[in-house]
């Protein structure tokens, strides 16, 4: 029987890509390594930008190196998510530039650029056995004023890095989600031909 969490895809695609799934329940008792992390970081390095502008910033947290510092990321979250973000023995914060270095103009291209590097991370920590579950429900200014974040940059997201573990290690209200099937909308959905919501004739 498969696992519920892997894609039940309609075409065969990476398994780096079908397996990767965003639990919130994380086991605490388990670390992820420095080489892992290494590893994770760099694939989000090496992911395509707008000019090679290379917009991404990330603040790493590891509970067990350095619980201050980790404190420190929890507090920059919304309350809902510290309930469960807390067990995951990694948090990231990610911050964007918005403006191109070479000219100084907008660069409206860099949040779509942050999300291509945690899609890489995203792909590689799959790969390493691990779950990634990213998270919009952060304090923004708190993250700015926290970390320094300067003008130029907005602080945006926060990244939780772990192995997954039981429904039961989250709070109650939140294990249907656990266990809940994964689905997606229909490619005819999102694919488009011609015009708006024209089917492509592909699929």
Request: proline letters at 7%; hydrophobic letters at 40%; one cysteine or more.
């Amino acid at each position: 029987m498969p696992n519920r969490h892997f894609a039940q895809t309609q075409y065969p695609i990476l398994s780096c890509l079908s397996q990767r799934w965003s639990p919130r329940a994380f086991d605490p008792a388990r670390t992820v390594s420095d080489a892992v992390l290494h590893r994770l970081f760099e694939a989000a390095r090496w992911s395509a930008s707008s000019y090679n502008e290379q917009p991404w910033r990330f603040f790493l947290a590891r509970r067990e190196a350095d619980a201050a510092n980790y404190e420190k990321a929890i507090a920059c979250l919304i309350e809902p998510n510290q309930a469960w973000a807390r067990q995951a023995p990694v948090l990231v914060l990610t911050a964007v530039s918005t403006r191109f270095t070479h000219n100084n103009t907008p660069n409206r291209c860099a949040v779509h650029d942050l999300g291509l590097a945690v899609g890489n991370l995203s792909a590689q920590a799959t790969h390493e056995g691990l779950c990634v579950h990213q998270m919009g429900g952060v304090l923004l200014e708190k993250m700015r004023e926290t970390y320094g974040i300067p003008a130029g940059f907005d602080p945006f997201t926060a990244i939780a890095i772990g192995h997954p573990t039981s429904p039961a290690a989250v709070p109650e209200n939140m294990r249907q989600m656990e266990t809940a099937p994964r689905q997606r909308k229909a490619l005819d959905d999102i694919v488009f031909g011609g015009q708006w919501e024209s089917k492509s004739g592909i699929f």
